[in-house]
């Protein structure tokens, strides 16, 4: 028997002060975050199912409020809803880790996208974290991640230097990470979603739960390995017999012959005995046949030694 009908229009979210177990009738799309049910979760007749938390025998009870109407999306807060719920005839539903806690179950959908992940931190932990609708968000110097529910957010990060979670959620999200050796966990729950990350950064794809998503790696710059170019050496060797090191790009299969990891930049080491007349070699005594090779991996160019303020503070402790 139900107790309390509750007719909205736009969107609706639910925060914990509705009576469970609860009924969420026609939306849209609707999202579900991490520790929003306290109970099972049943989802029936939807078009598109994406989940990270594992399917199971839902048995949702009898509901004690519905929520239906001219509804748009629909949400929920950790401790959004305090007992069963369920949610029906919905466009899209996107359940993330963590979201039940009970047992979880998808009824006749359409079509369904399911992993089972565990929550990589609380949802309070992020830098960044957006719910809703076409929103924007900036972080510098982070210290755990970025966190996106809904659709058409954009977030930039820059400055990266620890090691990061990006957990998205939702549809037409764009996030943009900047920085050096740190490494970023991609979680993508949904379509349509972008992550691009900057070429200093190590990432790892831990879960595409979606369709279309795309996580963009920008390649390492092959300039950030040249300690010395061709002309500069050159250059400084002035008049009479000198010998010159230099590096020049090379080509590369995508794979380092020194170290064998894949890479996005090699270049080759040369050396040269020449006599130099105003920076031009007119006769030359020796030069290298067989460069030795490196990339952003062995190079000794590509590791950055600077600290950030923070880790120079901690070393003056």
């Not at 306290?38 to 839902?58: I, K, M, S």
């Not at 950790?78 to 039940?100: K, M, S």
């Not at 400084?236 to 064998?260: H, I, L, M």
Request: net charge negative; hydrophobic share 30%.
């Amino acid at each position: 028997m139900t107790d309390q009908q509750e007719t909205y229009d736009g969107d609706v979210t639910f925060t914990g002060h509705e009576d469970a177990p609860v009924a969420l009738r026609d939306p849209a799309d609707v999202f579900l975050r991490t520790d929003s049910v306290a109970g099972d979760l049943e989802v029936r007749n939807a078009e598109y199912v994406f989940a990270h938390q594992p399917t199971g025998d839902a048995n949702p009870g009898d509901p004690e409020t519905v929520v239906s109407g001219d509804i748009e999306d629909g949400y929920a807060d950790p401790g959004g809803v305090t007992g069963d719920a369920v949610v029906a005839d919905a466009e899209d539903v996107f359940v993330t880790a963590g979201t039940a806690s009970g047992d979880f179950s998808a009824v006749a959908p359409e079509n369904v996208y399911s992993d089972d992940v565990e929550p990589p931190r609380d949802p309070d932990d992020y830098d960044v974290s957006l719910t809703g609708w076409k929103q924007e968000g900036r972080a510098s110097d982070p210290d755990a991640g970025v966190r996106v529910t809904g659709a058409h957010h954009e977030v930039t990060v820059e400055k990266a230097r620890t090691d990061l979670d990006v957990y998205v959620v939702g549809h037409h999200h764009d996030i943009e990470i900047t920085g050096r050796s740190a490494a970023v966990s991609v979680y993508l729950l949904g379509y349509d979603n972008t992550v691009t990350l900057g070429p200093y950064l190590n990432s790892e794809v831990v879960a595409d739960t979606g369709l279309d998503n795309e996580v963009v790696e920008e390649p390492y710059p092959v300039e950030d390995l040249i300690e010395t170019s061709k002309d500069e050496a050159f250059d400084r060797a002035g008049f009479g017999r000198r010998k010159v090191t230099y590096q020049v790009p090379a080509e590369s299969d995508e794979w380092c012959p020194n170290c064998g990891e894949p890479a996005d930049a090699v270049v080759a080491r040369h050396q040269m005995e020449a006599f130099f007349v105003f920076g031009h070699p007119l006769k030359t005594y020796d030069k290298s046949t067989n460069p030795a090779k490196e990339c952003e991996h062995c190079s000794r160019s590509a590791f950055d030694a600077s600290l950030t303020e923070r880790e120079r503070k901690d070393v003056l402790k």
